[in-house]
């Protein structure tokens, strides 16, 4: 049986969740452990989570971040 995947895509964070036993469980990041990650991405330099989160000052052209907001 295949597993089901969740996705929480949040304006400000994202979580990912599995069903295993009929409940949620929470997969945390792999950079920081946390189960709960930035929803920004910086797709030039591949960065996502906390890493891109940084890039928003230095780099705001190219960072991409409160998506949810513009999506329908």
């Known amino acids: 049986m295949s597993k089901i995947v969740g996705i929480d895509l949040g304006t400000t964070n994202s979580v990912v969740a599995v069903m295993e036993g009929g409940r949620?469980?929470?997969?945390?990041?792999?950079?920081?452990?946390?189960?709960?990650?930035?929803?920004?991405?910086?797709?030039t330099k591949n960065l996502v989570g906390d890493v891109a989160?940084?890039?928003?000052?230095?780099?705001?052209?190219?960072t991409i971040y409160s998506i949810k907001r513009l999506m329908g």
């Open 24 to 43: 949620p469980k929470v997969i945390p990041a792999a950079d920081t452990g946390r189960n709960i990650t930035p929803s920004v991405a910086e797709p």
């Open 53 to 62: 989160k940084r890039q928003v000052i230095l780099n705001p052209k190219n």
